[in-house]
């Protein structure tokens, strides 16, 4: 991982030092994440790519997943993230904020950020996460319309279309829309909420494209590796809220103790020393580095 402080960074665009780690053949593992520091403690851990969740994002703002959250807000935590870690990041741009002209706004504005891909969604608002039932989907005429629009609006970002279209229409109409989803400029494809290897498999065999799994908990998919997902054919997968309620549960638990003891001390084994979030945040490095710029300033 490069930090801010590193003599040198990638200047390479996001979008194509995403797509150079997708050109290899091992599969992509990209974990969530929703701000700075768990941007920099999936880079430490060593991941080569990022997965900013919607749901992770509304969540960490006290919203629920319904398609709430603005372009401004996603850039913020964008920003957050790249800055942070150097990581290319896949971010969720859920139904695109509108129609054609609105993901288009919706793509610059996340690349300018920092990004180096988007995903979008065949639903219609208010969306839902992709494994909750009676979900409502677009067209899927007018979905591939905001895909070429995210297309051309892009310099070099990778576009991933994301069809949830197997719980309503089943798995053959699905693989139908992700074929028009590619021809209309997809770069890769994200079959949500299927149910078990069978319909991962079936679907992988029939769509000629990069494919992403989502292993989120809680849901309709059941637990996979990452390699068994590469074994079923596809190329990324991801961890969209998995972090998210790790800390969240670990907060709850915090503050239960403290309101109950009046002390935060119970809980101490389980907190991160001030040592160890100084190494994460590079406080040394920083330090080190205004040093130098003090000592380099003349005398006017």
């Given at each position: ?8 960074r ?46 992770a ?23 957050q ?31 300018e ?46 576009i ?36 078990d ?54 907060q ?24 160890e ?24």
């Amino acid at each position: 991982m490069v930090t801010l402080v590193a003599a040198a960074r990638d200047h390479q665009s996001a979008g194509s030092r995403l797509r150079s780690r997708l050109a290899r053949p091992d599969i992509l593992r990209m974990p969530g994440v929703y701000n700075g520091l768990s941007a920099l403690q999936a880079g430490r851990a060593g991941f080569e790519a990022l997965y900013l969740s919607g749901a992770a994002v509304s969540a960490a703002m006290g919203l629920p997943d319904l398609g709430i959250t603005t372009i401004d807000d996603l850039c913020f935590h964008i920003r957050q993230c790249a800055h942070a870690s150097d990581l290319p990041i896949l971010v969720d741009g859920d139904t695109g904020f509108g129609e054609a002209l609105n993901v288009m706004h919706m793509v610059r504005r996340f690349e300018e950020a920092g990004a180096g891909g988007v995903q979008i969604e065949d639903q219609l608002l208010p969306k839902k996460c992709g494994h909750l039932s009676d979900k409502r989907l677009a067209d899927a005429h007018e979905m591939a319309a905001k895909v070429a629009a995210a297309a051309k609006a892009r310099r070099d970002m990778v576009i991933v279309a994301r069809t949830d279209a197997v719980a309503s229409e089943g798995l053959d109409a699905a693989i139908d829309r992700a074929k028009l989803y590619l021809a209309a400029g997809a770069d890769a494809i994200f079959p949500e909420a299927l149910h078990d290897a069978d319909m991962f498999r079936r679907f992988a065999a029939r769509v000629d494209a990069p494919l992403l799994a989502n292993m989120t908990e809680f849901g309709k998919t059941p637990f996979f590796t990452a390699d068994e997902f590469a074994a079923m054919g596809y190329r990324m997968v991801i961890w969209p809220v998995s972090a998210l309620r790790v800390a969240a549960r670990a907060q709850e638990s915090l503050y239960e103790t403290i309101a109950a003891a009046g002390s935060a001390q119970p809980r101490l084994g389980e907190m991160q020393t001030r040592a160890e979030l100084y190494a994460t945040l590079g406080y040394s490095d920083y330090e080190a580095l205004d040093s130098s710029i003090e000592r380099s300033v003349l005398p006017g």
